[in-house]
Every structure is written in structure tokens, then in C-alpha cells.
């Protein structure tokens, strides 16, 4: 029987091994992607779906007293960062001769102290770095989670069947997390208003109960309508409604 191994190492790592052929698939940040520019194929974007969740940013930041406003004004300064070729290469295109070098961490603190003019960092946010007494000039980036495949790897018919599976299911899983399913019985002259207030996926499952006078209904909603939804489907006849979390939605 063929069996699937899994490893975990660094986002920063995972393309170099995966485009190597060391791993034949892998989950990293478009953003590692980019630094390392790694010729791997890109079998999907993983978008975490979660209503609260902002987008993950890499930004170009600087003391909030600071005379530098854009770009052009970063003309021979130093800039720190973890995301280093991908920021010499972002001046490079523009034009603009700065100096980068490699943060070890802490790299908001780099600006503050005056070890660099600049910082290029990842943020949801903003708030971090505005607690260092910091201010974002400009976004060189938006990252997300991808699962990134070998391209000789995902060559083969039986890797890539197993892979396509993967994202599959991730997907299914990441879409998942902001919905959840509503059970409920109703007498079944109430089924048009309450259908009528069901914000579903698709359409409502209907089914009938031993008593011939009442129906089942199911759907799948955001989880973020349930608090006001219930409610409504309590008034409009709903009796019984059981509120349940998903596992995956294919």
C-alpha cells in the first residue's frame, strides 16, 4: 500500500524543498513563494474565509516623525526586513538605490532605535506596528496561504490525483469555518415564510415526519446571521432548531 508522508518545516523553507523535489507538495505564503522565487506550480489559494479576518500585508513603514512620505524618499536609506529579495527587487524595478538588510527579528524595534530608515513588514492590521510608533508609507504586498505542487511531481497521474485531493478538501474545510448547518421542524402550511427568510447555500433540504402535517427542514448559513436568524425562523413557525458546526463544504 502507498502511503503519504507529511513533514512540517518553515513557510520561508517549504518552496525551495517543494521545488527541489525534496517535497513533492507543500503549504506555504505566496509571499515565500515570491522571496525565494521558486518554480513550483500553484495548485491553489487557500483564503481564510473568517469574516474578522484581515488580509495579510507586507508594508513599508517608518518612524512616525519621519521626513520620508514615499517611495522616492527612501533613495539611499537601509531598509530591514526578512523579506529581502523580494524588496531589493521591489527598489530595483522603481529605480530607487536603497539598502537592504536581513532582520533576525524584532524589526519594528530596528526604525524606532535608528538602525534603519525603514522597515518592510507583515501586518493584518496595522496595530503592531502603529504600538511601535510606527507609520505604514505604502503596501509592497498581499500574502495568502497556497499549496504549491512539484512540477514533475505533479506530473504524475497518481501524486496529482492525491494533491488535487488536498486542496480539495482544505478548501472544502476553509469554507466551512464561517458556516454552519440549521435543523428544524414546522407544520407545513408555515414552510413559504419560513423558506422565504432562509438565507441557504443552495436550497433547503425538505423532508417529512411521521406526522404527515409536518415537514424537516435543513440548510447551511453563515454563522455570523444565525444570532438574528433563529428569531425569525422561530417566529414565522420553526419549532426544534438545532444549530450544528461543519466540518467541510464541497
Request: proline letters at 3%; a negative charge; glycine letters at 6%.
Amino acid at each position: 500500500m502507498i502511503t503519504i508522508e507529511c513533514n512540517i518545516c518553515r513557510a520561508q523553507e517549504m518552496s525551495r524543498y517543494v521545488e527541489r523535489g525534496t517535497l513533492d507538495a507543500g503549504l506555504t505564503g505566496k509571499d515565500w513563494i515570491e522571496e525565494n522565487e521558486s518554480d513550483v506550480e500553484v495548485v491553489g489559494d487557500l483564503v481564510y474565509s473568517k469574516v474578522s479576518q484581515n488580509p495579510a500585508r507586507w508594508v513599508l513603514a517608518v518612524p512616525a516623525d519621519s521626513k520620508i512620505k514615499g517611495l522616492e524618499d527612501l533613495q539611499g536609506k537601509k531598509i530591514a526586513t526578512e523579506l529581502t529579495n523580494f524588496t531589493r527587487r521591489f527598489f530595483k524595478e522603481r529605480n530607487i538605490d536603497v539598502e537592504v538588510e536581513f532582520s533576525w527579528g524584532a524589526t519594528e524595534a530596528k526604525a524606532v532605535s535608528g538602525l534603519a530608515d525603514a522597515i518592510v513588514e507583515v501586518t493584518e492590521t496595522g496595530s503592531t506596528i502603529r504600538a511601535h510608533g510606527l507609520k505604514i508609507i505604502y503596501e509592497l504586498m498581499q500574502t495568502n496561504t497556497q499549496l504549491i505542487a512539484n512540477r514533475k511531481s505533479y506530473k504524475d497521474p497518481w501524486k496529482k490525483a492525491k494533491i488535487d485531493q488536498i486542496i480539495l478538501l482544505l478548501k472544502g474545510a476553509l469554507k466551512a469555518e464561517n458556516m454552519v448547518g440549521l435543523k428544524m421542524n414546522l407544520p407545513k402550511d408555515k414552510i413559504d415564510d419560513v423558506i422565504s427568510i432562509l438565507p441557504s447555500l443552495n436550497f433547503p433540504t425538505i423532508a417529512s415526519l411521521h406526522n404527515l402535517d409536518w415537514i424537516s427542514v435543513e440548510v447551511i448559513v453563515e454563522a455570523r446571521t444565525v444570532r438574528d436568524l433563529i428569531p425569525r425562523l422561530m417566529n414565522a413557525g420553526a419549532q426544534g432548531i438545532i444549530e450544528y458546526p461543519l466540518n467541510k463544504v464541497i
